[in-house]
């Protein structure tokens, strides 16, 4: 069974950083090595939003909000995926998710972490 574990939030000042990582079991290597990773968020009563994105390929895109602050990665040895988090802001404040996926032929594969809370507040 495809697990993954989100951790590394917690309670930070405006304009301090973090690093979040999803580690994920159940999943071959190789079958990790060709999926693609996202982490989301979702803020008390808003929706769950797309923050950035990790191919295969290890390109990364990131949306407007956080372009230029946090930064994603991930390590295909360790079947992980990271999240830095720089000059947090009190709008960050939400629980952040790791999410993966794949396609096999027209079978979306896709699987979600229970997330990790990060506050930031002074």
């Known amino acids: 069974q495809v697990q993954l574990v989100e951790s590394g939030g917690g309670l930070v000042q405006p304009g301090g950083s973090l690093r979040l990582s999803c580690a994920v079991s159940g999943m071959h290597g190789k079958v990790f090595a060709v999926s693609d990773a996202d982490w989301y968020r979702q803020a008390p009563g808003k929706d769950r939003v797309l923050l950035a994105t990790?191919?295969?390929?290890?390109?990364?895109n990131y949306t407007d909000s956080v372009k230029g602050r946090f930064t994603v990665s991930r390590d295909n040895l360790q079947n992980s995926v990271a999240l830095r988090l720089t000059r947090l802001m009190p709008e960050d404040t939400a629980v952040y998710y790791c999410h993966l996926r794949r396609v096999v032929g027209t079978t979306p594969y896709a699987y979600w972490g229970k997330g990790t809370q990060v506050i930031v507040s002074s």
């Open positions: 990790i191919t295969h390929a290890h390109t990364a």
